[in-house]
C-alpha cells in the first residue's frame, strides 16, 4: 500500500446518479490533491487542499465537488456527469504546499466510467 | 504557462537500456522527479534529482539533468518487462505550490 487509499477502486454510474470518491491518507500529510487522467491526455490538476482548505481550483465543471473535512480525508462528489468525465481520478498528498521534497504520494485510483 | 514535455512511446528489448526524455521551460523547480505508473495504478515516486545535480543514480536508474538545454532524463539499464510501464516525469511550478507533470511516456519492453 502506498499510504493513500482510494475507494472504490471501481465505479460505474449513470448520468443522473450522485456518487462520492473517497481518498484516506494516515501520512500526516497536511495538503491533497485530486487529479483528473483520461486516455491520451496530460494529467489534469483539478483541485489542491491545505489544512483542509481549497487553494486552487482549475475550472473544473460544478459537476464536481470536493470536501475536506480534515487533513486525512478527502472527498469527490459527482452529480449528472457526462460520458466524457469517465476516466481515472487520482488522489495525492505531500507534506505540505511547499514541503515537496518527497514530492507527491498517489493513491491507486478510482477508475470511473459514466454511461 | 508551464510546458513539460515527454515523447508518447518508446519500445526497447528486455536486457537493453532505455532512455526516457524530458524537457521544460520553467527552470526554477528544486527537484525534478521522475514517476512510474503500472497499468491500473497510481503514480509511484521512483527517484528525484536536487536541481544543483547534473547526475544522480539509483540501482539501474540514471537520472540526467541539463538546466541550461532545460532537459531532463531517466536511463533504466538492464531494461525488464517488470519496467513496462508509463513515465512521467514531474517539477515544482506556481511559485512552489505545485507539481507539474509530463505527458508520459510509454515504456514497452520486448523479449
Known amino acids: 500500500e502506498t499510504g493513500v487509499t482510494q475507494t472504490p477502486r471501481h465505479l460505474v454510474m449513470g448520468m443522473t446518479n450522485k456518487k462520492s470518491l473517497k481518498c484516506e491518507q494516515h501520512?500526516?500529510?497536511?495538503?491533497m490533491y485530486w487529479y483528473k487522467q483520461s486516455a491520451k491526455k496530460p494529467l489534469e490538476l483539478m483541485f489542491v487542499?491545505?489544512?483542509?482548505?481549497?487553494?486552487e481550483n482549475n475550472s473544473v465543471p460544478s459537476r464536481f465537488s470536493p470536501e475536506c473535512p480534515n487533513s486525512s480525508h478527502l472527498f469527490l462528489h459527482l452529480h449528472t456527469l457526462q460520458p466524457e468525465d469517465s476516466a481515472l481520478y487520482l488522489c495525492a498528498s505531500s507534506q505540505d504546499l511547499r514541503q515537496l521534497y518527497h514530492g507527491y504520494t498517489f493513491g491507486s485510483g478510482t477508475r470511473l466510467t459514466v454511461v | 504557462g508551464e510546458d513539460v514535455e515527454q515523447s508518447l512511446f518508446l519500445s526497447v528489448r528486455e536486457g537493453d537500456s532505455s532512455v526516457i526524455n524530458c524537457t521544460y521551460t520553467?527552470?526554477?523547480?528544486?527537484?525534478l522527479y521522475w514517476y512510474k505508473q503500472e497499468p491500473g495504478a497510481g503514480l509511484q515516486l521512483l527517484t528525484y534529482?536536487?536541481?544543483?545535480?547534473d547526475m544522480k543514480q539509483d540501482q539501474r536508474l540514471t537520472v540526467l539533468l541539463n538546466k541550461k538545454d532545460k532537459h531532463l532524463s531517466l536511463r533504466i539499464a538492464d531494461t525488464q518487462t517488470g519496467d513496462s510501464a508509463i513515465y512521467f516525469c514531474?517539477?515544482?511550478?506556481?511559485?512552489?505550490?505545485?507539481?507539474?507533470f509530463g505527458t508520459g511516456t510509454q515504456l514497452k519492453v520486448e523479449l
Open positions: 514531474a517539477l515544482i511550478t506556481g511559485g512552489g505550490n505545485k507539481l507539474t
Open positions: 487542499y491545505s489544512l483542509e482548505e481549497r487553494v
Open positions: 534529482i536536487f536541481s544543483n545535480m
Open positions: 520553467d527552470s526554477s523547480s528544486t527537484y
Open positions: 501520512l500526516g500529510h497536511n495538503a
